[in-house]
């Protein structure tokens, strides 16, 4: 039996907009990544979805949601958003905006609201597993949450990670 895990800014923004998830908790790997995640859960990487916080030329942030098994295409990224440019932000500087720490960032209950774009094939997963606000615990939810809540805009811009 999966040990409870205390409310987070996520769980929280979940419970009251009364969204239904599961929670999944493992030990986190320092740089283990979603492969981890997944093969100490038993889920289909694919279906883990991380949660990146970038920025645009203008050090504007946003997020995207990706596959767990893939990389952002941060070229496509820009194109399909039109921004001149897409990068990483620095682990400090997604700290700053999300309130999370890196390796335990959600797309829910952020301190600074921020644009949302999520990889178009996530929101074809059945059920999709994404950060719940801590490190080592995974929120499970209907992908199409992510669209009707967080007013996610799908892009398509993922490339297989090699």
Not at 144 to 150: C, F, H, R, S, Y
Request: hydrophobic letters at 35%; a positive charge.
């Amino acid at each position: 039996m999966a040990k409870h895990v205390s409310e987070t800014p996520a769980t929280q923004w979940l419970k009251r907009r009364k969204i239904g998830f599961g929670e999944h908790v493992y030990t986190y790997v320092e740089h283990g990544g979603t492969a981890e995640s997944a093969l100490q859960l038993g889920v289909d990487e694919h279906c883990v979805i991380k949660t990146l916080v970038m920025q645009d030329e203008a050090a504007r942030p946003l997020i995207v949601l990706m596959h767990g098994d893939c990389t952002v295409s941060t070229k496509n990224l820009a194109r399909a958003i039109g921004c001149k440019s897409v990068e990483p932000c620095s682990p400090e500087v997604a700290q700053r905006h999300s309130g999370y720490q890196v390796g335990g960032t959600s797309p829910f209950g952020t301190r600074k609201v921020m644009p949302v774009y999520v990889e178009a094939s996530v929101l074809a997963c059945d059920r999709i597993y994404i950060n719940g606000g801590r490190r080592g615990y995974l929120v499970s939810i209907a992908p199409d949450v992510l669209a009707t809540q967080l007013e996610a805009r799908a892009v398509t811009c993922a490339l297989p990670t090699s």
